[in-house]
């Protein structure tokens, strides 16, 4: 077929994935698809240019993405990129349009069909191509290795001829994906660990993964997965048994997050106050704002004794593994559009109406639509 995909090499700081692998690009050469990859976007990832054996190395952007089909990325490009597509063409990757206004206008005067990762649908049909989920797994992982080297102390328990050293005792807040691989990391290096979600439905995956579920009484199961936003009358009644349970934490990893939205505040400064000198707080949801009132995207920082580390980017941070799934997530929704006839995108497929942003130079995503107009 004659069809031609580029891969940009990502612009955004510390961003060190590649959004297709050399096996993936064998997978499209395979299927007589041209794939063309920006010079040195692999080598972060452990890719470098001569391991894409099957594909055309650029380093003139700007004539590459002129004759692109589609175009992929990780992170939103910059919006010069996306001023140098071919008109009509194709991108797929993370948009995040709240955070990239500037980007979508450009996206739609060059009337990019954009299929935005972060908006595949959560349905069982589409569990391959989630983005959010196979990301949410590398952080989760990261974050946890992450709160064991600020911490102070060992995390399981040891007898020595010194003595014996308790493990240490971690809560992990919200049990999405993120939170369930931070549950699995934490156990297998030895932690106690205490789970809090305010979905009840998380409390079978949560002790199957060998932790104890803490039951505020509230319960915000929302739709498509998510959790929905607390009243605040229910903010205070998790708000005081969450307290309860951080005074006694060693460690704690929070990754409650609402796609589109600033994160919600959980932690309080007063929670904090609470904790014991020592205690680490790893805040996930740093990226859109922080799950405590203390945390500083991007920063470390000391209050009290007690340390908050609001790291951006974790999934960057093992970017092998995770461009390797991403990778994967982007292969499996192109299956979806090519055919043993050439690229045939249904824009009536739940799937891909589901994650459609722009089109024939419209914003064309009901719910992303609406919260751009909200704020």
């Known amino acids: 077929m004659s069809l031609t995909v580029t891969v940009l090499r990502e612009q955004a700081e510390g961003e060190k994935r590649v959004a297709l692998d050399p ?175 305010i979905r009840p439905a998380a409390r079978e995956q949560v002790e199957s993964l060998g932790a104890r579920m803490i039951d505020t009484g509230v319960n915000a199961e929302g739709e498509g997965g998510y959790a929905r936003e607390l009243t605040e009358e229910e903010k205070q009644q998790q708000a005081e048994a969450l307290a309860r349970h951080m005074a006694k934490a060693d460690v704690v990893i929070s990754t409650a997050a609402i796609p589109g939205r600033p994160a919600p505040k959980i932690i309080t400064e007063a929670m904090v106050d609470d904790m014991s000198p020592g205690a680490v707080i790893v805040d996930l949801a740093a990226e859109s704002g922080g799950n405590c009132v203390l945390t500083q995207p991007g920063q470390t920082v000391t209050h009290g004794g007690v340390t908050v580390d609001g790291p951006l980017d974790l999934a960057s941070r093992a970017p092998l593994h995770a461009s390797e799934m991403y990778a994967r997530n982007v292969m499996n929704l192109l299956g979806l559009m090519l055919t043993d006839d050439g690229f045939e995108p249904d824009y009536e497929d739940e799937v891909i109406a589901g994650c459609l942003l722009t089109h024939g130079g419209e914003l064309v995503h009901a719910q992303v639509k609406q919260r751009l107009e909200q704020s």
């Open 23 to 197: 096996a993936s690009v064998d997978k499209l050469a395979g299927q007589s698809v041209r794939v063309q990859i920006e010079a040195g976007a692999g080598e972060s990832a452990g890719h470098p240019d001569s391991s894409y054996s099957n594909a055309e190395i650029f380093s003139d952007s700007a004539g590459a993405l002129a004759q692109s089909d589609i175009t992929i990325w990780v992170a939103a490009p910059a919006v010069e990129q996306a001023q140098q597509m071919k008109p009509g063409s194709m991108g797929i990757g993370q948009v995040m349009a709240h955070k990239h206004p500037e980007l979508l206008q450009a996206l739609n005067q060059r009337q990019i069909s954009t299929l935005a990762m972060e908006l595949v649908p959560r349905i069982t049909r589409a569990q391959s191509m989630d983005v959010l989920s196979s990301q949410a797994t590398v952080a989760g992982y990261e974050a946890t290795l992450r709160a064991a080297s600020l911490a102070p102390r060992l995390f399981p328990m040891l007898t020595t001829a010194a003595g014996t050293l308790k493990p240490v005792s971690a809560l992990i807040i919200g049990a999405g994906v993120a939170g369930l691989q931070a549950i699995a990391t934490a156990r297998r290096l030895g932690a106690r660990v205490e789970a809090y979600d």
